[in-house]
């Protein structure tokens, strides 16, 4: 097999360990590189997952998680039966931004991208407390009802479109353009973790998200500014535990 973990990070101690890297996340860089050498531009068509493991010395597997990786953050689209192609929507302008800089494994990175979400989304939940229209406020309840409805008939898909759809209403009945955009923007760096497989499956906190979202809702609702922004920061806060743990059991073990 041609791509392993770093063996060495077990021998070589934990500072080792914070430095690995996946394979397929290093492969997504690559195939990253390959776009900008072959001056391929948004629309055009990409060499198949066999045809870039052949050209990266890789695996096909290994191929397929970084495609994964690339499509959470917009660089690239899969079209089932047409093949890859160089994507064309707003997540090209989010890596440029960000300069490649995430890491969607990375403890440390991790850390920050909540941190990052943490003072964003109490703003635009303190906001949304004093501005949200009825029609926003329907938004926020219909999704935060579609995330208890994902839970209780065990559709994954399901909820993780509804988390998507409450965050996203959510700061746009802040409306402040800013926040909303930096909502989004962080909202996606973080599908890059999510794409990795660490929301495929329901985990211990995904009861408590659903009690979380009311709770939000319920002070955004009622207009009571402070409560809203705490309550985004309990969730936010057990949330990012969520992510810790489940990252330290993929690479550690």
């Known amino acids: 097999m041609k791509d392993t973990p770093a063996v060495a990070a077990v021998v070589n101690g934990a500072d080792e360990r914070r430095d690995y890297r996946p394979g397929y996340e290093v492969v997504a860089e690559r195939i990253l590189e390959f776009i900008a050498e072959t001056r391929l531009v948004p629309g055009d068509r990409m060499p198949t997952e066999n045809d870039l493991a052949q050209q990266l010395d890789t695996s096909r597997a290994v191929v397929r998680e970084a495609v994964k990786i690339l499509s959470a953050l917009g660089r690239v689209r899969a079209h089932k039966g047409r093949g890859l192609f160089v994507a064309d929507d707003d997540g090209m302008l989010i890596t440029s931004r960000w300069g490649g800089f995430f890491r969607p494994v990375d403890l440390d990175h991790v850390l920050m991208l909540f941190e990052f979400r943490r003072?964003?989304?109490m703003a635009a939940s303190r906001l949304a407390a004093t501005r949200a229209t009825p029609a926003e406020l329907r938004t926020i309840e219909v999704a935060m009802q579609q995330c208890r409805?994902?839970?209780?008939h065990g559709e994954v898909d399901v909820f993780n479109q509804a988390d998507d759809d409450f965050h996203a209403a959510l700061a746009a009945a802040s409306h402040n353009t800013f926040l909303g955009s930096a909502v989004r923007d962080a909202r996606r760096l973080q599908r890059q973790s999510s794409a990795i497989g660490i929301h495929d499956t329901f985990g211990d906190g995904t009861a408590a998200a659903v009690e979380e979202h009311e709770a939000i809702y319920r002070a955004i609702r009622d207009g009571r500014p402070d409560e809203a922004a705490e309550a985004t920061a309990v969730h936010l806060d057990?949330?990012?535990?969520d992510y810790r743990r489940e990252i330290q059991r993929r690479l550690f073990g």
Not at 149 to 152: K, N, S, V
Not at 238 to 241: A, G, S, Y
């Open 119 to 121: 003072v964003q989304e």
């Open 238 to 241: 057990r949330t990012l535990e």
């Open 149 to 152: 409805h994902g839970y209780l």
